[in-house]
């Protein structure tokens, strides 16, 4: 089993993938379920010959950060939901702060010239 991005932001889509195997000795359709958080949301039927497998895949997109463990059949696995990163306020205020002080001295510079000029 495959988690495309193990860690996403709110919103961003993640694939779980799983291989399913016809190990029997007929045509058979087997039905995949996708379960997160113990709550089926997602499920295909699968056609296979006899020794055929197939890859299926499930898009998933979760709004609430946290961890989510899922399910596909058996196989068990998790993926994160991680908070945005804040907005960098002090870093704008600091690029402010500096413009603002390179301007004062500017300022200053121009000021003092025409007087003594």
């Known amino acids: 089993m495959v988690v495309s991005k193990p860690e996403v932001e709110p919103g961003e889509t993640t694939t779980i993938s799983a291989d399913v195997t016809n190990t029997g000795g ?3 359709t087997y039905t995949v379920e996708l379960s997160i958080e ?3 949301v997602d499920s295909r039927d699968v056609p296979l010959d006899p ?3 197939e890859t299926i895949s499930f898009d998933v997109a979760k709004e609430e950060p946290g961890a989510y463990d899922f399910a596909v059949d058996d196989l068990t696995g998790s993926f994160d939901v991680r908070k945005p990163p804040a907005f960098p306020w002090a870093t ?9 002080a390179i301007i004062a001295v500017g300022i200053w510079y121009w000021t003092r010239g025409r007087r003594t000029g």
């Open 92 to 100: 704008v205020i600091a690029i402010i702060v500096i413009i603002a």
């Open 38 to 40: 113990g709550e089926m």
């Open 26 to 28: 007929t045509p058979s």
């Open 51 to 53: 020794g055929d497998s």
